[in-house]
């Protein structure tokens, strides 16, 4: 049976999709203002999705609390919140490049237990329940994700992203300098929801990158676990300083290798 708050997270994130897209439009999108630094955009459709997400949620539950990108937290008082990116992935969604999403995931007493991510541009989405797994939807069918072992490291394609602020970019960029050598290949594609719903499909061996918050990986966070897989921080659970996620038969490899080169 499916978890109700599953069913609100799904409902409310096909809604703000379809707003985005409607909303979104031709050529670059007006960027509204900056937050870390001036590759962090904020835009006004940003704002206005998270507000439209808020608005559904409260109505269909008053009681619980919310956690956004873009505005004030609120405390409930159910046990329930809910955490939200309206547009993960906003510097994809200025220029037109079609790889940004809505996440939306909730919490009970602290641990996500239902997390729903859309591609906004696309339409495909992704879905979890803590403890009955995770999918690919096709329309109402739901197709079971268990992500398959990665590839030896030399062979690996690891996904990541960069951080906002220059200094902790200009060491990403050295700590790659020995970091590429010894897999495959990287791939960056500007959304960590993305990311880890791909890292659930098989579509790369690994997944890693400083500076995101909650809301970036909470709902994709739990998809990529149900399917199997590690998410976690350096020393611990996923935080600012690092999330990383890989199959566990080589987690310990892929992670070591992350740490040796000074990410």
Known sequence: MTDPLYELAREVGL????????????????????????????????????????????????????????????????GVDWVVDPIDGTVNFVH????????????????????????IATGAEWGAERGAGSWRHDGERRHPLTAPKGAPLARAVMATGFHYTPDIRAKQAAAMATFLPQIADIRRTGSAALNLCA?????????????????????????????????????????????????????????????????
């Open 15 to 78: 809604e703000a999709a379809a707003f985005v897209r409607s909303s979104r439009p031709e050529g670059r999108v007006d960027v509204a203002s900056t937050k870390s630094s001036d590759t962090d955009l904020v835009t006004e459709i940003d704002r206005s999705c998270e507000l439209l997400i808020r608005e559904r949620i409260f109505a269909a539950r008053p009681d619980d609390g919310f956690v956004g990108e873009e505005g004030a937290d609120v405390i409930g008082t159910s």
């Open 96 to 119: 037109g490049i079609p790889s940004y999403a809505v996440a939306i995931a909730a919490r009970r007493d602290g641990t996500v237990v239902v997390g729903h991510v859309v591609n």
């Open 199 to 263: 890292l659930a499909e098989g579509q790369c061996d690994a997944y890693f990158e400083q500076g995101l918050h909650l809301w970036d990986h909470a709902a994709a966070g739990l998809v990529a676990t149900e399917a199997g897989l590690v998410v976690t921080g350096l020393h611990g659970e996923p935080d600012e300083r690092m999330l990383m996620a890989a199959h566990p038969a080589v987690a310990a490899e892929y992670f070591g290798l992350v740490h040796a080169c000074g990410f």
